[in-house]
Antibody, heavy 121, light 107 residues
Framework: EVQLVESGGGLVQPGGSLRLSCAASAFTFSNYWMHWVRQAPGEGPVWVSRITTDGSATTYAGSVKGRFTISRDNANNTLYLQMNSLTAEDTAVYFC??????????????WGQGTMVTVSS | DIQMTQSPSSLSASVGDRVTITCRASQIIITYLNWYQQKPGKAPKLLIFAASSLQSGVPSRFSGSGSGTDFTLTISNLQPEDFATYYCQQSYSTPPAFGQGTKVEIK
Protein backbone atom coordinates (compact mmCIF):
# COMPACT_ATOMS: atom_id res chain seq x y z
CA GLU A 1 0.00 0.00 0.00
CA VAL A 2 1.26 3.46 -0.92
CA GLN A 3 1.61 5.29 2.37
CA LEU A 4 3.48 7.68 4.61
CA VAL A 5 3.81 6.97 8.34
CA GLU A 6 5.03 9.64 10.74
CA SER A 7 6.56 9.06 14.16
CA GLY A 8 8.49 10.94 16.81
CA GLY A 9 5.88 13.32 18.18
CA GLY A 10 5.25 13.85 21.85
CA LEU A 11 5.35 16.27 24.76
CA VAL A 12 8.39 18.54 24.98
CA GLN A 13 9.23 21.51 27.18
CA PRO A 14 9.62 25.00 25.73
CA GLY A 15 13.13 25.39 24.34
CA GLY A 16 13.42 21.67 23.75
CA SER A 17 14.02 19.63 20.63
CA LEU A 18 12.27 16.83 18.79
CA ARG A 19 12.97 14.85 15.63
CA LEU A 20 10.10 13.65 13.49
CA SER A 21 10.38 10.82 10.99
CA CYS A 22 8.21 9.90 8.03
CA ALA A 23 8.57 6.43 6.49
CA ALA A 24 7.46 6.06 2.88
CA SER A 25 6.42 2.80 1.31
CA ALA A 26 5.23 1.35 -2.01
CA PHE A 27 6.33 4.23 -4.22
CA THR A 28 9.64 5.57 -5.52
CA PHE A 29 10.37 7.98 -2.68
CA SER A 30 13.46 9.45 -4.36
CA ASN A 31 11.37 10.75 -7.27
CA TYR A 32 9.30 13.16 -5.18
CA TRP A 33 9.77 16.48 -3.47
CA MET A 34 8.57 16.04 0.11
CA HIS A 35 6.97 18.48 2.53
CA TRP A 36 6.02 18.94 6.16
CA VAL A 37 2.67 20.58 6.93
CA ARG A 38 1.36 21.28 10.42
CA GLN A 39 -2.07 21.93 11.81
CA ALA A 40 -2.74 23.47 15.20
CA PRO A 41 -5.89 22.34 17.03
CA GLY A 42 -8.97 23.87 15.38
CA GLU A 43 -6.93 25.63 12.69
CA GLY A 44 -6.25 25.11 9.01
CA PRO A 45 -3.10 23.41 7.70
CA VAL A 46 0.09 25.46 7.43
CA TRP A 47 3.03 24.54 5.22
CA VAL A 48 6.31 24.21 7.14
CA SER A 49 9.09 23.04 4.86
CA ARG A 50 10.02 21.21 1.66
CA ILE A 51 13.00 19.31 0.28
CA THR A 52 13.96 18.43 -3.27
CA THR A 53 14.32 14.88 -4.54
CA ASP A 54 18.03 14.59 -3.78
CA GLY A 55 17.99 16.74 -0.67
CA SER A 56 20.15 19.42 -2.23
CA ALA A 57 17.68 22.25 -1.66
CA THR A 58 15.38 23.04 1.23
CA THR A 59 12.91 25.83 2.00
CA TYR A 60 11.20 26.84 5.22
CA ALA A 61 8.27 28.91 6.41
CA GLY A 62 9.39 32.11 8.07
CA SER A 63 8.02 30.99 11.43
CA VAL A 64 10.41 28.01 11.63
CA LYS A 65 13.42 29.18 9.62
CA GLY A 66 16.62 28.81 11.63
CA ARG A 67 14.98 26.42 14.11
CA PHE A 68 13.77 23.49 11.97
CA THR A 69 15.80 21.35 9.57
CA ILE A 70 14.29 19.07 6.94
CA SER A 71 16.30 16.16 5.56
CA ARG A 72 15.80 12.86 3.81
CA ASP A 73 17.41 9.43 3.45
CA ASN A 74 16.49 8.07 0.04
CA ALA A 75 18.22 4.75 0.70
CA ASN A 76 15.82 4.14 3.57
CA ASN A 77 12.79 5.98 2.16
CA THR A 78 12.57 8.29 5.16
CA LEU A 79 11.92 12.00 5.61
CA TYR A 80 12.94 13.87 8.75
CA LEU A 81 12.18 17.12 10.54
CA GLN A 82 14.56 18.23 13.27
CA MET A 83 12.83 20.81 15.46
CA ASN A 84 14.85 22.94 17.90
CA SER A 85 14.02 25.85 20.23
CA LEU A 86 10.40 24.79 20.35
CA THR A 87 7.72 27.16 21.64
CA ALA A 88 4.04 26.75 22.48
CA GLU A 89 3.22 28.13 19.01
CA ASP A 90 4.76 24.98 17.50
CA THR A 91 2.09 22.79 19.12
CA ALA A 92 0.31 21.03 16.27
CA VAL A 93 -0.22 17.82 14.38
CA TYR A 94 2.66 17.44 11.94
CA PHE A 95 1.99 15.75 8.61
CA CYS A 96 4.48 14.69 6.00
CA UNK A 97 3.11 15.08 2.49
CA UNK A 98 4.19 14.17 -1.02
CA UNK A 99 4.43 16.91 -3.61
CA UNK A 100 2.22 16.21 -6.60
CA UNK A 101 4.68 17.97 -8.87
CA UNK A 102 8.28 19.12 -8.72
CA UNK A 103 7.30 22.73 -8.28
CA UNK A 104 8.41 24.84 -5.34
CA UNK A 105 4.74 25.17 -4.43
CA UNK A 106 2.68 22.09 -5.13
CA UNK A 107 -0.48 20.24 -4.38
CA UNK A 108 -0.04 17.43 -1.85
CA UNK A 109 -1.40 14.14 -3.13
CA UNK A 110 -0.35 11.77 -0.34
CA TRP A 111 -0.38 12.50 3.39
CA GLY A 112 0.67 10.62 6.46
CA GLN A 113 -1.67 10.17 9.41
CA GLY A 114 0.11 12.88 11.38
CA THR A 115 2.04 12.96 14.66
CA MET A 116 1.13 15.28 17.53
CA VAL A 117 3.71 17.64 18.96
CA THR A 118 2.83 19.38 22.21
CA VAL A 119 5.13 22.06 23.62
CA SER A 120 4.31 22.72 27.25
CA SER A 121 5.95 22.93 30.65
CA ASP B 1 2.79 35.97 0.80
CA ILE B 2 -0.49 35.06 -0.90
CA GLN B 3 -3.53 34.94 1.41
CA MET B 4 -6.43 32.58 0.75
CA THR B 5 -9.94 33.46 1.94
CA GLN B 6 -12.78 30.95 1.92
CA SER B 7 -16.49 31.56 2.28
CA PRO B 8 -18.60 30.64 4.02
CA SER B 9 -16.72 29.41 7.09
CA SER B 10 -19.50 26.90 7.68
CA LEU B 11 -22.75 25.81 6.11
CA SER B 12 -25.60 23.41 6.81
CA ALA B 13 -26.95 21.23 4.05
CA SER B 14 -29.02 18.12 3.50
CA VAL B 15 -28.22 14.91 1.70
CA GLY B 16 -28.89 15.44 -2.00
CA ASP B 17 -28.21 19.19 -1.91
CA ARG B 18 -25.85 21.06 -4.18
CA VAL B 19 -23.17 22.89 -2.20
CA THR B 20 -20.82 25.65 -3.38
CA ILE B 21 -17.72 26.86 -1.55
CA THR B 22 -15.76 29.91 -2.67
CA CYS B 23 -12.04 30.64 -2.36
CA ARG B 24 -10.38 33.94 -3.17
CA ALA B 25 -6.64 34.54 -3.51
CA SER B 26 -5.04 37.86 -2.57
CA GLN B 27 -3.31 37.97 -5.95
CA ILE B 28 -3.56 36.21 -9.30
CA ILE B 29 -2.63 32.53 -9.09
CA ILE B 30 -3.78 31.53 -12.60
CA THR B 31 -5.19 28.03 -11.96
CA TYR B 32 -2.71 26.92 -9.27
CA LEU B 33 -5.52 26.13 -6.86
CA ASN B 34 -6.23 22.85 -5.07
CA TRP B 35 -9.07 21.60 -2.88
CA TYR B 36 -8.89 19.17 0.03
CA GLN B 37 -11.41 17.38 2.23
CA GLN B 38 -10.59 16.71 5.87
CA LYS B 39 -12.53 14.62 8.35
CA PRO B 40 -11.95 14.82 12.14
CA GLY B 41 -8.71 13.16 13.22
CA LYS B 42 -7.64 12.47 9.65
CA ALA B 43 -5.21 13.99 7.18
CA PRO B 44 -6.47 16.22 4.38
CA LYS B 45 -7.31 14.40 1.16
CA LEU B 46 -6.66 15.96 -2.26
CA LEU B 47 -9.90 16.28 -4.25
CA ILE B 48 -9.18 18.77 -7.03
CA PHE B 49 -5.87 20.06 -8.40
CA ALA B 50 -5.13 22.80 -10.92
CA ALA B 51 -8.52 24.36 -10.17
CA SER B 52 -10.63 21.83 -12.05
CA SER B 53 -8.83 18.49 -12.40
CA LEU B 54 -10.37 15.66 -10.40
CA GLN B 55 -7.85 13.60 -8.43
CA SER B 56 -7.93 9.88 -9.20
CA GLY B 57 -10.57 8.02 -7.21
CA VAL B 58 -12.56 11.11 -6.24
CA PRO B 59 -16.29 10.91 -7.09
CA SER B 60 -17.48 12.98 -10.05
CA ARG B 61 -19.99 14.86 -7.87
CA PHE B 62 -17.01 17.01 -6.86
CA SER B 63 -16.02 19.71 -9.33
CA GLY B 64 -13.88 22.81 -9.32
CA SER B 65 -13.80 25.97 -11.41
CA GLY B 66 -12.23 29.37 -11.59
CA SER B 67 -9.05 31.15 -12.55
CA GLY B 68 -7.14 34.25 -11.59
CA THR B 69 -8.21 35.02 -8.04
CA ASP B 70 -11.69 33.48 -7.68
CA PHE B 71 -12.41 29.77 -7.42
CA THR B 72 -15.31 27.49 -6.57
CA LEU B 73 -15.71 23.95 -5.28
CA THR B 74 -19.10 22.42 -6.01
CA ILE B 75 -20.48 19.23 -4.52
CA SER B 76 -23.56 18.06 -6.35
CA ASN B 77 -25.92 15.53 -4.76
CA LEU B 78 -24.30 15.78 -1.30
CA GLN B 79 -23.73 12.38 0.29
CA PRO B 80 -23.47 11.47 4.03
CA GLU B 81 -19.72 10.86 3.68
CA ASP B 82 -19.21 14.41 2.32
CA PHE B 83 -19.83 16.08 5.67
CA ALA B 84 -16.35 17.37 6.46
CA THR B 85 -14.17 20.47 6.35
CA TYR B 86 -12.91 21.67 2.98
CA TYR B 87 -9.75 23.69 2.36
CA CYS B 88 -8.42 25.47 -0.69
CA GLN B 89 -4.65 25.82 -1.20
CA GLN B 90 -2.63 27.86 -3.67
CA SER B 91 0.36 26.23 -5.37
CA TYR B 92 1.45 29.29 -7.35
CA SER B 93 4.19 30.49 -5.05
CA THR B 94 5.98 29.73 -1.79
CA PRO B 95 4.64 29.47 0.86
CA PRO B 96 1.81 27.27 -0.48
CA ALA B 97 -0.97 28.71 1.70
CA PHE B 98 -4.28 27.15 2.70
CA GLY B 99 -7.61 28.84 3.30
CA GLN B 100 -9.15 28.81 6.77
CA GLY B 101 -11.62 26.08 5.87
CA THR B 102 -15.34 25.58 5.28
CA LYS B 103 -17.15 23.12 7.52
CA VAL B 104 -20.07 21.36 5.83
CA GLU B 105 -22.53 20.18 8.46
CA ILE B 106 -25.73 18.18 8.36
CA LYS B 107 -28.92 20.26 8.42
Amino acid sequence: EVQLVESGGGLVQPGGSLRLSCAASAFTFSNYWMHWVRQAPGEGPVWVSRITTDGSATTYAGSVKGRFTISRDNANNTLYLQMNSLTAEDTAVYFCARGYSSRPASAFDLWGQGTMVTVSS
Amino acid sequence: DIQMTQSPSSLSASVGDRVTITCRASQIIITYLNWYQQKPGKAPKLLIFAASSLQSGVPSRFSGSGSGTDFTLTISNLQPEDFATYYCQQSYSTPPAFGQGTKVEIK
